[in-house]
Structures are given as C-alpha cells and as structure tokens.
C-alpha cells in the first residue's frame, strides 16, 4: 500500500467499550461497525481453550462464566499482571488491551482493507506508564502506532470539525474556550481547552482513574444484593457468575433510568428470587456522592486553568455516562450552560483520532498542518533528592503539573559524599513531597565518576517531555565527562523480546502463549550514590 491511500484510522480504547472510526473520501469522520454490526465494541476478553473471544460475547458470558472473563483492563495498565488469572493464565494488562485491538483492527479491516497505522486515544488523566503500555498494546496488536492523543484533545476536535471551525473561514473566528468532561466506563476525566484559529491547546485537566459508570452500577448491585439479603439472609454476590448477572441487570436497569423513572431489577439465587423496584430518585441518591466527585474535579480543573464558568463558551459532554440525566442537569447548575452533546458522546473520542490520523498522514505527505494540537502534562514529575538540611529524601520537581508541552526543564543538584562512585536519579511522576507516595517511572545511573570528585559537586538533571508524554532525562556532572541522555530505563514494562512474543501470539503466528512472571526483573542497581538538593 503507498502512504498516499493508507485510511486514517482513530481508536477509542475505551475501559469498557471501544470505537473505531476512519476518515472518508470526503475527510469526513465515520465510525466503522464492527462484526457484530455495533459502533461499539465492549472492551472485554473471554479466554475459551486457545481462543479469545472479544466483545458483545465476552461481556454476556460474565453471567456464565465470569471466571473466564476479562474486564477493565485499562484500569490496570501500569500493573505488571492482571489481578485475575485467567483459565490458570496470568496475563499482563496491556496484553489484554492488545487482543481488544486485534478485533477492532480485524473487524475495521473487512471494510476499509488492511491497515497498519492507527492512532489511539487515552485519558489525559494517564501518566506516563500507561501511556506506554498502550502503545505496547497497539504494537502487540499488529499496529504502528502513529500517536497516542488525549481523548478530551480528540473530542474537542471532533466538535470543533462539525461545528465548522476547523475550515479555512473557521480559522478566523474568536478564541473559544471549552471545558470536556468526559464520564466513561471506569474513567472519569476532564479538560479545560481553548480553541485559537486551528490550534488546539489543553489549559488545564485532570480526572480519576477509579471512576466510572461501572461504580454507578455497582450502587445498583449493593442496594439489590441488600434487599435480597434482608430476605433471604443469603448474598447473592458471593458466587461470581451470580453477581455477573446481577451486574448485567443492574447496567441495563441503569440505562432504562436515564430514559424512565423507575425500573424493576431482578435477582435469583439459590432457587430464591426477588424483584427491586429502583426510581431515578433514589438512584440518584445512591449515587450522589460519586457525581458530586466529579463535580469537586471540574472546580478544580476550572481554576486550574484560571479561569471562571463566565469564560466558558461551552461545556462538551463526552462518554457514555453523561447520558444520566443529573449529568447534565449538574453542570447546567455549576456553568450556567446548556451543555453541548452535538458530537455523539461515545463516538465523538474515535472521530477525533481519526481526524489527527488524517492530519499526521497528511503532515507525513509534506502537506502543512491544518491543526495544531498543544498539550499540558497532567502529572509533576520529578527526581528523588536528599533535602540537605532535613537528611530526608524528597521529590524535587522539575516540571510542575499544566506545564504547556513540549517543555525541557532543568534543575542542580549536588552529590551527597567525597569521592561518590555513582550517582543514582530516580524518576517519579506525582504532586507530594514524599516519594514513596508518587510513582517511580524509571531510573538513570551515572558510573565510574572519578575518584577525587569533591561533595557538593553539581549535577545538572534536565527533563524534555514531548507532546506524546514521553520523556527523555539527560544527566550532566559538571567537570567530568559524564554526560547520560536515554529514554527512560522503565521499572514496569514489557521487554522488547516479550512484546514480540505477545505480538506474534495474538496474531495467531504463535501457538505458544509466552511466559508471565510476577518477580520484576530487578532493575540494575549498580548505583545507589544519593543526589542532594
Ligand atoms: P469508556 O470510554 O470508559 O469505555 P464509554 O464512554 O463507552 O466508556 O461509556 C460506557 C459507560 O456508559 C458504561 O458504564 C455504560 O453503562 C454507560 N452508559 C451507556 N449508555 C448509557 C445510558 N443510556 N445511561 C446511563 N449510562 C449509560
Ligand atoms: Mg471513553
């Protein structure tokens, strides 16, 4: 295939359901249905003998067989395996992300043909560890990665495409400030951006890994599994197909609410069954504390950018958690605002990839951009450094969390000890001052320093974090030769040699499943000289 007629494709590697779209003979965006004629796709695996199911199967078979079944992946990328063993199997998050993409791209590839460069979208709430393992995913799955987007980012250029601002007249028009708030599955996440002319720049984000519709659902399943308790002195979440069932009930209770007042859920076990009316009131109620959360993120965000709801032209609702109506009637109390759901809230992620497909392929043909994205990080990073008056280790930030990207950063700090052979720079991602509370991304090691090399000599540490969130860390020890540039050596990630097993066993290249093990590879030590600030 030339470049010149590769599809753009964009992925929404949802927690718990995924989208794909592509960008048609008319540069418009259009979701592509998968086998199963769905726009979207449940992010769930279901591990049969040798064969992974994915998708709308998977999800029904958690009533059945939940032990089999894989779920929310996304939620653990960054752990090394994935908390549950499955069929006797340990299999690290990202893996199981990758045999979701492998359906998408099979499924996407019986209309648009074969197809290797995607990009892929992640919250702009991740941090640096799990924006590479979805990459890894993504390499895992038979795709060249052209680039991992925030999704706010993408939606916010989906909107801005349909609204119009994106064409040449578009361009001209007044700076628009908008405020994404995006409730998913698992994810919860929100972004203050601003719009000028053709550049997209992300003001301020943030979000909770840990929130989502999925919690809604679990209210439903408490309150259920309640009553039923209550009657039969029995709980009906202890046997794991059971409380599947009543998982599935219970989500689907959930979307009748946003439609009708009251629902009617059943639950049986154990030849006992009994029926629980739910109104959306008491819904609510059940809930209240998990929406007001979100609402304490979006103040947060808002002032973190600087700005006041009066200085929002809108606020875009994304996910397919705004559908709940007090969503909606929530941020109309806190903005003012109607808020926009033009772009189909679970489509609109998808679009917006696909749209910066198109726009990397087209930049890749020498053609000039038609829009420029600009990202914040969303995430201090840092180096572990003895504070020298305190004797404590400390996380010394370098760059600070909203920094505009790419930024390169630098700070001095000292060698601790006369004569100190090695000089260890721990990398770590997180807002507090005590290192064991933020997470270690990596680690660099400078060897062999001479022998005479005083205490309090400086060391310079410089940061560059790119657009895509990745980092490169350099280290310089003034008056010596050292001078130590690499992308990060990662604490928790795949090696190149599992990666290409994972590759070729998804692919169905590889009968054998590779190995997983629990034990980290211990990273090489070799330098445990303290740094001081
Ligand atoms: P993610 O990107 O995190 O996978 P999505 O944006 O696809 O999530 O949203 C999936 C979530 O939206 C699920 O928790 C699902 O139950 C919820 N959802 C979908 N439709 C509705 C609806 N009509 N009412 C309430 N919740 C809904
Ligand atoms: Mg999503």
């Known amino acids: 295939m030339t470049e010149d007629n590769t599809p753009a494709v964009g992925i929404d590697l949802g927690t718990t359901y995924s989208a794909v779209a592509y960008i048609d003979d008319t540069g418009r965006p259009i979701t592509l249905v998968n086998a199963e004629g769905d726009l979207v796709t449940p992010s769930v695996v279901l591990f049969e003998g040798d064969l992974a199911v994915v998708g709308k199967e998977a999800l029904k078979a958690i009533a059945t067989e939940a032990e089999h079944v894989a779920q929310c992946a996304k939620r653990e990328l960054g752990d090394r395996t994935f908390h549950k063993p499955l069929l006797g199997r340990k299999y690290p998050p990202e893996a199981l992300q990758a045999f979701v993409l492998n359906k998408l791209r099979q499924d996407a590839a019986r209309q648009i043909g074969d197809f290797k460069k995607v990009v892929i979208t992640v919250p702009a709430y991740f941090d640096e560890v799990r ?35 994106l064409n040449k007249q578009g361009e001209s028009n007044a700076p628009r400030k908008l405020l994404v708030y995006d409730l998913g599955g698992g994810t919860f996440d929100v972004t203050v951006m601003e719009i000028r002319g053709n550049e997209f720049l992300a003001l301020a984000t943030d979000g909770d890994v840990q929130l989502g519709g999925q919690d809604f659902d679990m209210r439903l399943v408490d309150y259920v599994a309640q009553e039923f308790m209550r009657t039969y002195q029995l709980d009906p979440r202890e046997d794991p197909n059971t409380a599947g069932r009543l998982w599935r009930e219970c989500e689907d209770a959930k979307r009748t609410l946003s439609a009708r007042a009251k629902v009617s859920i059943s639950c049986d076990y154990k030849s006992q069954a009994t029926r629980v009316e739910v109104t959306r009131e008491k819904f609510e109620e059940l809930t209240q504390d998990l929406l007001n959360r979100t609402q304490f993120t979006t103040k947060q965000t808002l002032q973190a950018a600087g700005l006041t709801w009066n200085d929002l032209d809108y606020v875009l609702l994304v996910g397919g958690s705004t559908r709940m109506p007090m969503v909606a009637k929530m941020l109309r109390q806190l903005s003012g605002k109607e808020p926009d759901a033009s772009v189909a809230v679970d489509e609109a992620v998808a679009h917006g990839a696909a749209l910066h497909a198109g726009i990397i392929l087209a930049r890749n043909r020498g053609e000039a951009p038609s829009v420029v994205v600009r990202n914040v990080n969303s995430h201090s990073l840092g180096v572990v450094a003895t504070d020298a008056r305190t004797q404590r280790k400390r996380n010394a930030i370098l760059i600070p969390r909203n920094t505009a990207l790419p930024v390169t950063a630098r700070r001095v700090f000292r060698t601790q000890n006369a004569g100190q052979q090695s000089i260890l720079v721990r990398i770590v991602e997180g807002e507090s001052a005590t290192p064991a509370d933020c997470t270690p991304i990596g680690r660099c090691v400078v060897r062999d320093l001479p022998r005479d090399l005083p205490a309090q000599t400086p060391i310079e540490v410089r940061f560059s974090y790119q657009e895509n969130g990745r980092l490169t860390v350099h280290v310089s020890v003034a008056g010596t030769q050292h001078e130590l540039k690499h992308e990060l050596a990662r604490d928790n990630t795949l090696t190149q040699e599992q990666l290409d097993a994972w590759r070729l066993y998804i692919l169905g290249q590889q009968a054998e499943q590779p190995e997983v093990t629990d034990d980290y590879k211990p990273m090489e030590e070799g330098g445990s000289g303290s740094i001081t600030m």
Not at 139 to 163: C, Q, S
Request: glycine share 12%; net charge negative; no cysteine.
């Open 131 to 165: 924006r590479k393992a979805t990459q890894d995913a993504g390499y895992m799955a038979g795709f060249e990665v052209l680039d991992i987007i925030n999704e706010p980012t993408a939606a916010a250029i989906a909107h801005g495409f349909l609204k119009g601002f």
